[in-house]
């Protein structure tokens, strides 16, 4: 598939737009889905100077943990299922949003969230990045309760090892 | 889980060794009191360490690394493709005969005779198991390499084998005192980059299919997309191209990261000539680069999705 190139990065409501196009039109992201593998699995459906367009398909309770996009900014449209996106509150309990298919959001490159997928319908979503994913920001809570911030290459999310196996 | 590789080594089999040993005109070797040498048209002799070219040393470098197996590729900056055929065939025959014996831990690309390109030559080459054709940076550096190499060019296309496009050799005007990084950092860089931006040019249209991977990061041409943008050029993102990453470290590696994707980026160490560095990315970058992308890379997917 080709994406109209731009010459510049993408705003948020680009992206948006972006993801939900392409989520309207499911020949382009369904040769795409794997619904074989033990966890999430993430095809890249395009990637150039300005935006990385993914799809990522979800089951078995897949949760990616907290984690930040560091410089990107990103949008994401659910095609298949329902994915559950939690925002980290301070002294509270998460904020959790109930995305089902059809439900498109964006963020910016402040946000911080973690995605899961918890029924027994796997789910399928559409996400975009700008500029592309490079490093992330991955959240643990250490044992005396403060939280930690540990740089990770993009790979590590979306190219994880054991989706190798 | 996919088979960890380097896809960019060098090695010289006694037949080659032999071979060159036995020419009185460069590129050939040398014995001296202190040890061989290598002496190549227009640079100054260099010495050659022969446990370099030892197979079980270089096999148990090869576990060493925690990889299954090397891919060997011609030692382009002999400059013995370029020769005339009737000086190229005997040293190339050496090689492919000499590398297709160093069993289960190297694999090899194929190297290609300039002077008259045999495509049928090349075939029989895949027929035999040689992974896809190296050439010369400097014969795809333009239009006329495209025209030259099409009947190559295609007949990897059609069996859905790579090509790598490697560096040298060194134009012969090097002086006395001139060191021996000069060729590497100014003519092969440049040579790369003619080629990549080369291949977007003339080589993708002619090749739709073919897949390619540029030695040396491309000499890092991908990281001129701004000024090549600023110059009226178009820069395109191709799914088929892979870099390896051979000479550079943690640096370039990461800023190539950035501009194209962990996907097209592919582990070539070209041992002996440079060790490969450590770069910690983390793990999925590391088995992305050694298993995953080679993988790729050498075997289509077309041809893993008709498995």
Redesign the interface.
Known sequence: MTVAPL?RDLDRGELRELVAQIAADPERWRPLVRHGTADRAFE?L????HV?IWVISWMNGSDTGFHDHDVSRGAVAVVEGEVIEERLVVGGAPRELHHPAGGVFDFGASHVHRMRQETDVPAVSIHAYSP?L?RMGSYAVAPDGTLRRES??????L???KA?? | MYEAIDIHQHLWPEPLLRELSRRRSAPMLVHRATGWVLRLRGEPDAPVDLADHDPERRAALVVADGLERALVAPSVPLGIEALPAGEAEPLLEAYHDGVAALGSRFGAWAAVGLAEPDRAALARLLDRGFAGACVAADALAGPAGFDRLGPILETLERRAAPLLVHPGPAPATATAGTPGWWPPLTHYVAAMHAAWHAFAAWGRPAHPRLRVCFAMLGGLAPLHRERLVARGGLAVSDPDVYLDVSSYGIRAVDAMLREVGVDRLVHGSDRPVCAPAALPFGEAVRSALRGRNPSRLLVSTAALAAV
């Open positions: 010459s890249q395009w990637r150039d100077e990385d592309p490079w990770i290459s993009y790979a590590e999310e190219r994880p090892v190798a196996a």
